[in-house]
């Protein structure tokens, strides 16, 4: 059975060639998302189509702490991906800023939020 994005909460790990990281993101049934980590923000909106998911965010700097993963501390993101058998969804992605910079995303629910 492949998992689609449904409105919940999901753990989000992420990486590019430049670092990596993990937060925390709510997807609503608006179609609006928002979450982030320790040091970044992030908000956005979010669209499933059958197995395929696609989501528009900006993430913005709001505490001291390392560099994001693209080195920047405010960017413009777009992820998509695919479902499929298991318990996550991969996403690949880009920041508007970096476009030749790969962005790798894995969703996984948090189970007792759905």
């Not at 970096?98 to 007792?112: A, D, F, N, Q, T």
Request: glycine residues 16%.
């Amino acid at each position: 059975m492949s998992l689609v994005i449904t409105p919940g909460t999901y753990s989000v790990w992420f990486k590019t060639p430049v670092g990596e990281g993990a937060g925390v993101v709510e997807f609503s049934a608006d179609g609006k998302l928002g979450g982030g980590d320790s040091t970044f923000a992030y908000a956005g909106n979010w669209t499933q189509t059958g197995e395929h998911f696609k989501a528009s965010l900006s993430a913005r700097r709001v505490a001291p702490g390392p560099p994001g993963v693209f080195g920047l501390d405010e960017i413009d993101i777009v992820v998509s991906g695919r479902s499929s058998g298991g318990a996550s969804t991969l996403c690949t992605g880009f920041a508007k800023q970096s476009p030749g910079i790969r962005l790798e995303v894995e969703l996984v629910p948090v189970v007792g939020e759905r």
